[in-house]
């Protein structure tokens, strides 16, 4: 069993609960926080090592400060990264248009690694 680490970025916050009960059949979901106007420093951690590509700025400036939903899940990696590809194609047509880093609508780690380092970042906002 992983541990998973959803996160439902801005433009997929309008449906937060459609998102999350779609990912409730495939795991255990162990933490849920909606988290208002996520500070800067906090997507410059997340997307630190996206640094290189060319539109890591545009991107870190259009998340900052906006709203996000994260979940914890136990479950299946691969179930949850099938799912979040079919959730990506779901909601990009119900989504205002953006870029492609924007219209995808749900972030779920790939590794364990990815797990424990992605969790470090966002931790915070799931102890309140």
Request: net charge negative; hydrophobic share 35%; proline share 5%.
């Given at each position: 069993m992983d541990k998973i680490l959803t996160i439902i970025k801005p433009s997929g916050v309008p449906f937060c609960e459609e998102i999350l009960a779609n990912l409730d059949e495939f795991g255990k979901r162990i933490a849920t926080k909606k988290i208002e106007k996520v500070p800067l420093d906090t997507i410059v951690k997340h997307y630190e090592r996206d640094q290189h590509l060319p539109w890591y700025g545009?991107?870190?400036?259009d998340l900052a400060n906006k709203d996000f939903c994260l979940a914890i899940y136990e479950g299946e990696m691969p179930d949850f990264l099938r799912l979040k590809n079919n959730i990506r194609d779901e909601y990009a047509n119900k989504i205002e248009p953006h870029p492609d880093y924007i219209r995808n609508?749900?972030?779920v780690n790939e590794t364990?690694?990815?797990f424990k380092r992605e969790f470090d970042v966002w931790k915070q906002y799931?102890?309140?």
């Amino acid at each position: 069993m992983d541990k998973i680490l959803t996160i439902i970025k801005p433009s997929g916050v309008p449906f937060c609960e459609e998102i999350l009960a779609n990912l409730d059949e495939f795991g255990k979901r162990i933490a849920t926080k909606k988290i208002e106007k996520v500070p800067l420093d906090t997507i410059v951690k997340h997307y630190e090592r996206d640094q290189h590509l060319p539109w890591y700025g545009a991107m870190i400036a259009d998340l900052a400060n906006k709203d996000f939903c994260l979940a914890i899940y136990e479950g299946e990696m691969p179930d949850f990264l099938r799912l979040k590809n079919n959730i990506r194609d779901e909601y990009a047509n119900k989504i205002e248009p953006h870029p492609d880093y924007i219209r995808n609508v749900l972030h779920v780690n790939e590794t364990e690694e990815d797990f424990k380092r992605e969790f470090d970042v966002w931790k915070q906002y799931l102890e309140d």
